[in-house]
C-alpha cells in the first residue's frame, strides 16, 4: 500500500515512518512531486489537518494523511494553538517561536500546557477519517536537550521523568507523544481495511 503523508518535513518523517505497519509505502510530498506550499487557512487543528490531507488527494490522486500540531499553554488561554508553527511571525522559526513563548511566560507560575496533534486521512475513496493524540505536560525555564524540533527542547511532559522532549530519544519520545497517538489511531485503523 502507498500512502502519502502531507510533509516534507524530514524530522516528522523520522519520526512517523517506525510507527508505520510493515509493508506500507511512505511517501513525501517531494515523493509525488509536490512542491508548492499547501494550504492551511482553517482555525483549527482539525480542519488544517483535512485541508491539506484532501488538498493532495484531489491534486495528486494519491491517498494521503496530514497533520496538525498545535502546543496548548494555560496560561495563555490556550496559545499559540494551531498558530504553533508561526507563533513568532510567518518565517515559521521554531527557535523565534521559542524565544517568544519563553519571554510570554517569564515569571509565570503556572506553566502547565499539552501538544495536540490530529491526523486527517484522505482515501483514495474520497473518505475523510481523523485520529488525534495529545500529552500533557509543562513548559520548562529555559531550552533543554538537541533533539527533536520545534518546541521540544522547552516541553516536558507530565508522564515522563522531567526531560524534554529534546532530551529524548526519538524512540522515548514516540512512545509517549501526541503525534505517536494520532499515529497509532490511524495505524490501528488502516491495520484494519
Same mark, same amino acid.
Request: contains cysteine; hydrophobic residues 40%; negative net charge.
Given at each position: ?7 516534507? $518535513? ?13 509493508? %506500507?509505502? %511512505? ?14 487557512? !482553517?482555525? @483549527?487543528? #482539525?480542519?488544517?489537518?483535512? !485541508?491539506?490531507?484532501? *488538498? ?26 494551531? *498558530? ?6 510567518? !518565517? ?15 515569571? !509565570? ?30 513548559? @520548562?525555564?529555559?531550552?533543554?536537550? @538537541? ?43 488502516? $491495520? #484494519?481495511?
Amino acid at each position: 500500500m502507498r500512502l502519502c503523508f502531507a510533509s516534507n $518535513n524530514a524530522h516528522k518523517l523520522d519520526e512517523i515512518r517506525p510507527l508505520l505497519p510493515a509493508g %506500507l509505502e %511512505l511517501l513525501s510530498l517531494a515523493d509525488i512531486g509536490c512542491h508548492e506550499e499547501l494550504p492551511e487557512t !482553517q482555525d @483549527t487543528l #482539525e480542519g488544517n489537518a483535512r !485541508q491539506k490531507a484532501e *488538498y493532495v488527494r484531489q491534486h495528486y490522486g494519491v491517498a494521503c494523511f496530514a497533520d496538525d500540531t498545535g502546543l496548548e499553554v494555560t496560561a495563555l488561554n490556550g496559545a499559540p494553538g494551531v *498558530y504553533s508553527a508561526r507563533y513568532a511571525g510567518p !518565517q515559521r522559526l521554531a527557535e523565534d517561536n521559542v524565544a517568544k513563548l519563553l519571554q510570554e511566560l517569564a515569571g !509565570q507560575p503556572d506553566r502547565s500546557a499539552r501538544f495536540r496533534t490530529v491526523v486527517a486521512l484522505a482515501g483514495a475513496d474520497g473518505i475523510m477519517h481523523e485520529f488525534a493524540g495529545e500529552v500533557a505536560g509543562v513548559i @520548562t525555564e529555559d531550552r533543554r536537550g @538537541t533533539a527533536g524540533f520545534g518546541y521540544d527542547p522547552v516541553f516536558a511532559p507530565t508522564e515522563g521523568d522531567g526531560r524534554t522532549f529534546a532530551e529524548m530519544s526519538g524512540a522515548e519520545k514516540n512512545r509517549i507523544s501526541h503525534r505517536a497517538r494520532a499515529v497509532a489511531g490511524l495505524v490501528a485503523f488502516l $491495520n #484494519e481495511e
